[in-house]
């Protein structure tokens, strides 16, 4: 059997680009995000909002790896946390770096996304693709990814510059709506549809 040509397969370029958006937007935001709160919440308060991000990612993490099957579909799930981390987003920007309460909430809420948006795709290649195509997919996705967020840092701190602390939050959640946009367009019915869902 020969070897699917994952370059010109839809599921696999829609995972690719999902994964590597929404690790963009979640890198750029988390290389900035203590520096974009001291100022409010001071530094001790801005250690503390990052360390409430971290038990957050925890808990999202396990509230998945405990509720969801083999059945579910987890391209709903990876949207599901991206939704939570554009909500997040969307809270940071109503706190207009002033209100202590709505910048913590909006850390969180963006936390709850943040493990499963590296945990959950390898999971999508390995339920939508078999065997080697599994392995090569996973590899390249990673590869990818990663090669990409490496610059998310340095694009978030000019935009810092160029505009205003608050960008970065709008630019967070324009970029992660997109990674939801490229996770529902592929897979297929005869891919994602598994008859489950997160609840299931």
């Given at each position: 059997?020969?070897?699917?040509?994952?370059?010109?397969?839809?599921?696999?370029?829609?995972?690719?680009?999902?994964?590597?958006?929404?690790?963009?937007?979640?890198?750029?935001?988390?290389?900035?995000?203590?520096?974009?709160?001291?100022?409010?919440?001071?530094?001790?308060?801005?250690?503390?909002?990052?360390?409430?991000?971290?038990?957050?990612?925890?808990?999202?993490?396990?509230?998945?790896?405990?509720?969801?099957?083999?059945?579910?579909?987890?391209?709903?799930?990876?949207?599901?946390?991206?939704?939570?981390?554009?909500?997040?987003?969307?809270?940071?920007v109503l706190a207009?770096?002033?209100?202590?309460?709505?910048?913590?909430?909006?850390?969180?809420?963006?936390?709850?996304?943040?493990?499963?948006?590296?945990?959950?795709?390898?999971?999508?290649?390995?339920?939508?693709?078999?065997?080697?195509?599994?392995?090569?997919?996973?590899?390249?996705?990673?590869?990818?990814s990663q090669g990409?967020?490496?610059?998310?840092?340095?694009?978030?701190?000019?935009?810092?510059?160029?505009?205003?602390?608050?960008?970065?939050?709008?630019?967070?959640?324009?970029?992660?709506?997109?990674?939801?946009?490229?996770?529902?367009?592929?897979?297929?019915?005869?891919?994602?549809?598994?008859?489950?869902?997160?609840?299931?």
């Amino acid at each position: 059997v020969g070897r699917l040509n994952l370059f010109q397969d839809r599921a696999f370029l829609s995972l690719c680009i999902g994964m590597t958006l929404a690790l963009f937007a979640q890198t750029g935001l988390v290389a900035h995000l203590v520096s974009v709160l001291a100022p409010v919440l001071g530094r001790q308060g801005a250690g503390l909002a990052a360390g409430a991000l971290g038990v957050a990612a925890i808990v999202g993490r396990l509230a998945v790896g405990s509720r969801a099957t083999g059945a579910s579909n987890w391209r709903a799930i990876a949207c599901y946390s991206l939704a939570a981390q554009a909500l997040g987003c969307g809270v940071l920007v109503l706190a207009h770096g002033s209100n202590p309460t709505l910048m913590v909430l909006g850390v969180v809420l963006f936390g709850f996304g943040v493990g499963n948006a590296i945990s959950v795709p390898p999971v999508i290649a390995n339920l939508e693709f078999s065997g080697a195509d599994a392995a090569r997919a996973v590899a390249l996705i990673v590869a990818i990814s990663q090669g990409a967020y490496a610059t998310a840092p340095a694009v978030f701190g000019l935009f810092r510059q160029v505009f205003s602390d608050q960008i970065i939050f709008l630019t967070a959640v324009v970029v992660q709506l997109s990674a939801v946009v490229a996770y529902l367009s592929g897979g297929g019915e005869e891919r994602c549809n598994r008859g489950g869902d997160i609840l299931s």
